[in-house]
């Protein structure tokens, strides 16, 4: 995609200056860069000193046998002990770790001590189970406080979680069961979602039916709704970890020692279990976290809404805000219940000061209007994140101005389930952010963009965006798979780890990301990326979301497809509006770029990070029956487009 992209067509100067009393008193300055270039080691050697080890590593990287990286070798810590113990025993206990809001309206505070207490009774209980170091554990739950207790507990035992979010299906869980080979799963009988108890026992039962290997399932009551009960496999989890000690010693574990298996989807093949491991992980979490946030744990409300079944629900809700001691709130539903105000109504009620959340919430936020966060009061907010997707120039001005209330700078973090903490953001202390850029890499990580052949492309240009040097939350293979490990991540270009997206450099050298390199559409032999044509289409006020495709067209070999999403409820496109969508495209990135086909539907198909999953339009848009759908949020969605379908307005 390196010659014709149109990256340069989209053109974006708005710049934000970081607030002068944030950038007074951020927790990293611009020095930061220098120190890190200056000895890259020695920098995350200094990360890795905030943490507690039980014994120091004696070496700061091996590197010896790439891509097969191990961090602080020798060291020795544990994970929850550094999470939870150590600021109970610095006389923290007291400090509110969670507030906790189910979606009926429930809530629970858990502080630092109580959460100490509940790890270690889980810990006891999963001990007197029969589960040992080393051993997988399964946990597959709603957002309630037992999922980060389960987690830490695992953590703390040293047996490598495996979290499945909740929304996807049996077959999805059975399938990472059995390729990971855990025979302990952790659930529940369900959890709130849109109003109502939704069921998650039964998928599990199911996806037993082809995991023999499990012998317990702990169960925590949550809905109360009934349950079939497999006995001697299934067990309460307040009928064993409420009797429980709440004292437990921790023992120490190796940095290496696996933390634990998240599996990422991939567009068609097998899920690659990602293992993240003990001590380069939690170093690259908690020091991001305190350097991309300007995390103040004395003061600051801390929000990242998402899954813990995504991976910045691990690093961003769990084990990065833990490490650093800071309060959290956790949010167990979705935005729209009872009422569209949901999320401002929590951000109110705790005073929350950073916000993260990915780009498509943001759309539909959008998408809602700006009367409804204009009916409380977010003045408690200071610093705002995104991830998960580019974040289109649009959406992003629209969160700054309307949610950060113009005076919130927005940090774009570009990272992935395999790189395990961000890697690529603006400094809300130094950085002057720009609508739709993730920026620079961090200080202590090199990142570029180059063309087909490796080389790194001038400023301007556009490419692949690789890492350079290995970082100490790097995963350290996928699963049982050491080749696939090396073929997808290594291969491609000596000597650089792939990332799989598109990125390119503007005139100052910063960077922006174009999506999944895999989604790059080739119209008449030119190059052209989704998330551009995405983003010049938001930008159209009467558009809230868009999603593009590259259709197989027997003049242009692809041609793009895009399926948009109104502002406001209700509206309804026509075929003057078609084709003025087209023809803004057309203007904003050239006429090659002009949709061939322009359809308004009511939802678009989402993962449970709210990717779009454009394969499924594609195979939509080229007519073909639906490939696997096991990991969309809501399988409703692709009928609700299908039905559209006839009413679909096309061109040319
Ligand atoms: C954290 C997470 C990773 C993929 C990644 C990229 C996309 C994430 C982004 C972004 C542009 C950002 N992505 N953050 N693209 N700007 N700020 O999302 O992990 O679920 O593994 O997805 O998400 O395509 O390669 P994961």
């Not at 860069?33 to 890795?48: K, N, P, T």
């Not at 499945?164 to 659930?187: E, K, M, N, P, Y």
């Not at 961003?316 to 709130?329: F, K, Q, W």
């Not at 000061?353 to 919430?361: M, R």
Request: charged share 25%; with cysteine; net charge negative.
């Amino acid at each position: 995609m390196t010659k014709e992209t149109l990256s340069n067509l989209l053109k974006e100067n708005r710049r934000f200056d970081p607030p002068p009393e944030l950038a007074a008193h951020a927790n990293v300055t611009a020095d930061a860069y220098a120190e890190a270039s200056a000895d890259r080691l020695a920098f995350w050697e200094r990360a890795a000193e905030r943490l507690q080890w039980d014994e120091p590593w004696t070496q700061v990287l091996d590197w010896s046998n790439p891509p097969f990286a191990k961090w602080f070798v020798g060291g020795k810590l544990n994970v929850a002990v550094n999470c939870v113990d150590r600021h109970v025993e610095a006389g923290r206990g007291d400090k509110v770790a969670f507030h906790w809001e189910g979606e009926p309206g429930d809530q629970r505070t858990i502080t630092y001590a109580d959460l100490k207490d509940e790890v270690c009774r889980a810990a006891n209980a999963l001990t007197e189970l029969g589960v040992n170091k080393g051993d997988r554990v399964a946990i597959y739950m709603p957002m309630i406080p037992e999922t980060v207790v389960a987690m830490l507990a695992c953590a703390r035992l040293g047996a490598p979680h495996m979290v499945v979010f909740g929304g996807f299906s049996s077959d999805a869980l059975s399938t990472r069961i059995q390729d990971c080979d855990a025979h302990f799963v952790i659930t529940s009988d369900g959890g709130y979602r849109r109003g109502n108890a939704s069921a998650l026992k039964p998928a599990v039962d199911e996806a037993l039916k082809s995991c023999p290997d499990v012998r317990n399932v702990l169960v925590v009551r949550r809905t109360g709704q009934d349950v079939d009960w497999t006995e001697g496999r299934d067990v309460w989890w307040h009928d064993v970890v409420d009797q429980q000690s709440a004292e437990h010693t921790a023992e120490a574990h190796d940095a290496e020692h696996p933390l634990y298996v998240m599996y990422t989807s991939g567009t068609t093949a097998k899920p690659k279990g990602i293992l993240h491991t003990t001590g380069g992980y939690l170093t690259g979490v908690s020091w991001t976290h305190y350097e991309v946030f300007d995390i103040k744990p004395e003061t600051d409300i801390f929000w990242t809404a998402a899954d813990i079944g995504w991976v910045t629900g691990h690093s961003y809700i769990v084990y990065g805000p833990l490490a650093n001691g800071a309060t959290s709130v956790m949010y167990e539903g979705t935005p729209d219940t009872p009422d569209r105000g949901r999320w401002w109504e929590i951000v109110n009620k705790y005073k929350v000061t950073i916000l993260y959340c990915a780009p498509t919430v943001i759309r539909m936020f959008m998408k809602w209007g700006e009367d409804i966060p204009a009916k409380y009061d977010l003045s408690s907010l200071r610093l705002l994140g995104s991830v998960g997707e580019p974040i289109n120039p649009e959406a992003y001005v629209w969160y700054r101005e309307f949610i950060g209330g113009g005076r919130c700078p927005v940090v774009d973090t570009w990272w992935q389930t395999e790189t395990g903490s961000i890697m690529i953001s603006p400094l809300p202390g130094v950085t002057a952010g720009k609508p739709g850029a993730a920026m620079k890499a961090l200080p202590g990580v090199v990142a570029d963009v180059v063309d087909d052949q490796g080389q790194s492309v001038p400023d301007g240009g556009g490419g692949f965006l690789v890492l350079r040097e290995p970082w100490p939350s790097m995963l350290r293979t996928i699963w049982g798979d050491d080749e696939r490990y090396i073929k997808t991540y290594w291969s491609k270009f000596d000597g650089l780890y792939f990332a799989g997206d598109g990125a390119k450099k503007d005139s100052d050298g910063d960077l922006w990301l174009l999506g999944r390199v895999d989604d790059v559409m080739l119209v008449s032999g030119h190059n052209i990326s989704t998330t551009e044509v995405e983003s010049a289409l938001v930008s159209n006020p009467k558009v809230a979301e868009a999603a593009v495709v590259g259709a197989s067209d027997p003049t242009t070999g692809q041609a793009i497809v895009a399926f948009v999403i109104l502002r406001g409820d209700g509206a309804e496109g026509g075929d003057e509006l078609v084709s003025e969508l087209r023809q803004h495209v057309a203007k904003a990135l050239g006429p090659i770029a002009r949709p061939r086909q322009v359809m308004v539907v009511p939802e678009l198909p989402k993962t449970r990070s709210g990717k779009i999953m454009r394969r499924l339009l594609q195979d939509v848009a080229e007519h073909r029956s639906l490939g696997d759908v096991t990991t969309l949020t809501d399988s409703t969605v692709m009928d609700l487009i299908s039905e559209k379908l006839p009413t679909a307005k096309s061109e040319d």
